[in-house]
């Protein structure tokens, strides 16, 4: 018979080697770890500190319950969690199959809910087994490069890739948010006859689990067990420039003094990457960029703000990596060679779950960006890209990355963001591309990486903007246009791009990148700033008149639109209501909402229906109940509660809002 105790606020459960601990931590949320090691590890991982809650635990004879807020957990006789919500409607259960379970989950199949196999040292391979809700949707998990924003039937990498974003955070429309508290490489699988965690070296059993009545409160509990973002800084609201790459210092500041002449307003430049001697110095090459310092002041006067690339990447040759290597801050292998990446040189990446590594780098950042009057950073390649995903080659100082890896971008932000407030910066944003649970209290913007310039992966980022969102990554953005294969003569791709830059005007960031063809050739064969090819032109004028006015009109939109984001930064800052999310957010009393996939809504009064499909001429939209909507652009009223079949000239995007004076903001009056 299981031994059942509470001790320090916790249930406890024992059994044979087994230990369980269930415990309140934050509103209405419990979390459980289990191991079948000598003890339980108190790594916070994705958590913050656990907040002074008491909860309630009865012991019967049967088993135990333990209740907090709107959120119970029942452990029975055989072992098996069941969590149900404050009307006791079960909200999840354990799933389990053995001779010992009870009533219709006694079975001779032999399945445990919780299975821990035997790994290498201390770590195990986990199994974590829960019932399934057939008819159950499943939003959130981060970000993966397929369309469809519910996950139910899914079969998703818990791993970090070039595009892929691992946020083990789940909503269920069933009431209940979920965390899979595990950094470690695996996957989960959300199948109609079970679902399935998988860790592949783990040492226990760590989820955290909260009830709700709506997504809101749900996501809300969410963020505050595992953090808010900072207030998004005021330059970051407008419109931002970046290509594949600008080569020096005065094609940039060209380019900036372009959009000043046109009256473009232009919030953010771009510096990508290899404009240093390389990789791991983490600085100019003078050649190239002979005086940074004027650059950003001359910029400043123009009012736009210098981001420049940070890569976690240190060339073999480069002046830093024997020192790094001698100090224990570069990524170890557990075998082979420690060439972890191969781009134009061989490259270890810096540990960034290593402090003193982190440490490391930003001082250098510091000196040679930050104290130069740098203030926003890209951090790149943040997964981190190796360039063979075998995850079981490496080590970080926390412990092999099958164990730890997923951690690593949270890490990277980590280190910039203590960096960046110590240094005095009170609201740092940093672009990264890559997140993990978490990754937005260290003001994370993430990027949706790498990405195809075509239709069928704009459809793709709309899915996954809106699922980071559900993740609790309230900054999000893509690289306008696709990143890859984009011809700025192409009348096809311009029509992607004029597609693409109406929704990113409605992305929490406005951004145009891309690493466009024809390409132009390198500076120089040498090592350096010169070493890197470029696209070809990327800003707005760059793909003929038709889309020049387009994209113009746009900007200016969300020029009039900034004291409206700035509200919704705010709300995401102050409660975690975050400003991009499906329209289920808004109206979950409304069962319509939850079936629609291909529009959204930004903040709480602007309902976006992106164009995604090539020469499209029209399409339908779903207007929520219990509002009057206005067509923005044509000013026309709709009640709510129907479908609708709008035009999609080139020259706009579906666009509607309950607010005259958001409408008011697409007059094409100056």
Not at 60 to 75: E, L
Not at 471 to 495: K, V
Not at 530 to 548: H, I, L, Q, R, T
């Amino acid at each position: 018979m299981a031994v059942i105790t509470q001790k320090d606020g916790r249930l406890v459960w024992r059994f044979d080697r087994e230990t369980l601990w269930v415990e309140p931590w934050g509103r209405n949320a419990l979390r459980v770890r289990g191991t079948k090691n000598s003890r339980m590890e108190e790594e916070l991982w994705a958590l913050l500190p656990r907040p002074e809650v008491l909860a309630e635990i009865r012991i019967t004879g049967s088993g135990a319950v333990i209740r907090n807020g709107d959120i119970t957990a029942r452990i029975q006789e055989d072992g098996r969690l069941v969590f149900e919500n404050s009307r006791g409607r079960v909200l999840l259960e354990e799933y389990l199959r053995t001779e010992e379970a009870l009533g219709e989950a006694r079975s001779l199949l032999k399945i445990e809910a919780r299975e821990f196999k035997p790994g290498a040292g201390d770590d195990c391979q986990l199994t974590m087994r829960f019932e399934s809700e057939p008819g159950e949707r499943l939003y959130g998990m981060g970000q993966y490069q397929q369309e469809g924003v519910d996950l139910k039937g899914t079969v998703l990498e818990l791993a970090q890739r070039n595009s892929q974003a691992s946020v083990p955070f789940l909503l269920s429309d069933q009431g209940y948010g979920f965390l899979w508290n595990n950094p470690a490489v695996g996957q989960v699988v959300f199948g109609k006859n079970r679902t399935e965690w998988q860790a592949r070296a783990t040492k226990q059993l760590d989820y955290w689990i909260t009830a709700g009545d709506t997504p809101r409160e749900i996501l809300a509990n969410y963020m505050e067990a595992t953090g808010l973002p900072p207030m998004m800084p005021e330059y970051a609201l407008g419109f931002w420039q970046s290509k594949l790459r600008y080569k020096t210092q005065e094609e940039l500041l060209e380019v900036a003094r372009e959009y000043h002449r046109r009256r473009i307003p232009l919030s953010v430049i771009v510096i990508d990457y290899f404009h240093w001697p390389n990789q791991g110095t983490w600085d100019f090459d003078r050649s190239y960029w002979p005086d940074p310092k004027a650059m950003v002041e001359e910029l400043r006067e123009l009012g736009t703000e210098l981001m420049v690339s940070v890569w976690p990447t240190v060339d073999s040759r480069c002046e830093n990596y024997q020192e790094m290597l001698e100090q224990g801050l570069l990524v170890s292998a557990n075998r082979g060679m420690r060439t972890q990446m191969q781009f134009l040189g061989n490259e270890a990446f810096f540990d960034a779950t290593n402090p003193r590594a982190r440490e490391y780098v930003w001082k250098r950042v510091k000196d040679h960006y930050y104290d130069l009057g740098i203030r926003t950073f890209w951090l790149d390649v943040a997964e981190p890209e190796y360039s063979v995903y075998d995850f079981d080659l490496y080590r970080y100082s926390i412990g092999s990355c099958l164990e730890t890896g997923n951690i690593y971008p949270l890490m990277y932000a980590k280190g910039f963001y203590e960096g960046m407030r110590e240094a005095g910066e009170e609201q740092p944003l940093n672009l990264i591309r890559c997140a993990w649970a978490g990754s937005q209290r260290y003001g994370a913007l993430v990027w949706s990486g790498d990405i195809h310039s075509s239709f069928r992966s704009l459809r793709s980022q709309v899915a996954a903007g809106l699922n980071m969102a559900m993740a609790g990554i309230p900054w999000w953005t893509t690289d306008i246009g696709g990143f890859n294969d984009g011809a700025t003569a192409d009348p096809g791709f311009r029509e992607l791009l004029i597609r693409w830059f109406q929704y990113g005007t409605f992305c929490p960031v406005m951004r145009l990148h891309g690493y466009r063809l024809p390409y132009e050739e390198p500076l120089s064969e040498e090592v350096g700033g010169g070493m890197c090819d470029s696209g070809a032109a990327n800003e707005v004028w760059s793909f003929g008149e038709e889309a020049y006015g387009i994209l113009t009109r746009y900007i200016r939109i969300r020029e009039k639109l900034r004291p409206y984001i700035r509200g919704l930064m705010q709300e995401a800052h102050q409660k975690g209501i975050v400003p991009m999310r499906p329209l289920f957010y808004d109206f979950p009393e409304d069962e319509k909402a939850w079936e629609v996939e291909d529009a959204y809504m930004f903040g709480g009064h602007l309902l976006v229906a992106p164009v995604l499909w090539e020469g499209q001429k029209e399409r339908r939209v779903y207007l929520p109940k219990d509002r009057t909507w206005i067509d923005a652009e044509r000013k026309e009223f709709y009640e709510g509660g129907q479908w609708i079949t709008v035009e999609t000239p080139m020259e706009t995007i579906p666009v509607f809002t309950d607010l005259p004076d958001l409408a008011g903001c697409f007059s094409d009056d100056k």
